[in-house]
């Protein structure tokens, strides 16, 4: 199955993805042009060959972008808590995906990230409530710094690509 970690600049996706490949924090900030990994790992007791596609956030990419939009089976919408602007953009990316599939039911996650950076937030439960009702997904909050965050957020988009 084919996971596109998606969202827009410096939120984190490439943390995230290393996180749980890797077990480690990436603490520069290069930016992704488009990564695939492959990994095979038991969720739920039964084993499943992942691809991962991390895409580019900033815009020049858009043509791997809208490619990897099309043929994930499953998506993270990941954006940051500690700006506003990301999560508009989830949205965009989220409508954007929703046009080129013609459909609204694939499985995606929203994964607010960069959540032990307290001081730095912009972000309000309110708005994050909102965000939920009105795309009607799932919300999970992580810090890449954390491996089990980014394990959960894994497992979550594979069980829900699963069950799909
Ligand atoms: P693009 O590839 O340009 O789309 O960015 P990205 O979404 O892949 O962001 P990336 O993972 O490269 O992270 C950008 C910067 O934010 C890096 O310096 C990371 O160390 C930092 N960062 C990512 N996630 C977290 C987090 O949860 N907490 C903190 N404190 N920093 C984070
Ligand atoms: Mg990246």
Not at 57 to 63: E, F, I, P, S, V
Not at 115 to 119: A, S, T, Y
Not at 134 to 140: Q, V
């Given at each position: 199955?084919?996971?596109?970690?998606?969202?827009?600049?410096?939120?984190?996706?490439?943390?995230?993805?290393i996180?749980w490949?890797?077990?480690?924090f990436?603490?520069?900030y290069?930016p992704?042009i488009?990564?695939?990994?492959?990994?095979?790992?038991?969720?739920?007791?039964?084993m499943?060959?992942i691809?991962v596609i991390d895409t580019a956030?900033?815009?020049?990419?858009?043509?791997n972008?809208?490619?990897?939009?099309?043929?994930g089976?499953?998506f993270?919408?990941?954006?940051?808590l500690?700006?506003?602007?990301?999560?508009?953009?989830?949205?965009?990316?989220?409508k954007?995906?929703?046009r080129?599939?013609?459909?609204d039911?694939l499985?995606?996650?929203?994964?607010?990230?960069k959540?032990?950076?307290?001081?730095e937030r912009?972000v309000?439960?309110?708005e994050?409530q909102?965000?939920?009702e009105?795309?009607?997904?799932?919300?999970?909050e992580c810090?890449?710094?954390?491996?089990?965050h980014a394990?959960?957020?894994?497992s979550?988009?594979?069980?829900?690509?699963?069950?799909?």
């Open positions: 199955m084919q996971i596109v970690v998606a969202g827009s600049g410096g939120v984190g996706k490439s943390s995230i993805t996180q490949l890797q077990q480690r990436l603490t520069d290069d992704t488009e990564d695939k990994y492959r990994k095979k790992v038991f969720v739920d007791g039964s499943e060959a691809e956030g900033q815009n020049n990419y858009l043509t972008r809208e490619r990897a939009f099309r043929s089976d499953g993270l919408l990941v954006f940051s500690t700006s506003k602007e990301s999560l508009k953009e989830v949205c965009d990316i989220y954007n995906i929703v080129l599939r013609d459909r039911d499985p995606m996650v929203l994964v607010c990230n959540r032990d950076l307290i001081e912009q309000s439960d309110e994050l909102k965000l939920t009105e795309l009607r997904l799932p919300l999970l810090s890449a710094m954390e491996h089990e394990r959960v957020a894994f979550n988009i594979i069980r829900f690509i699963r069950n799909f």
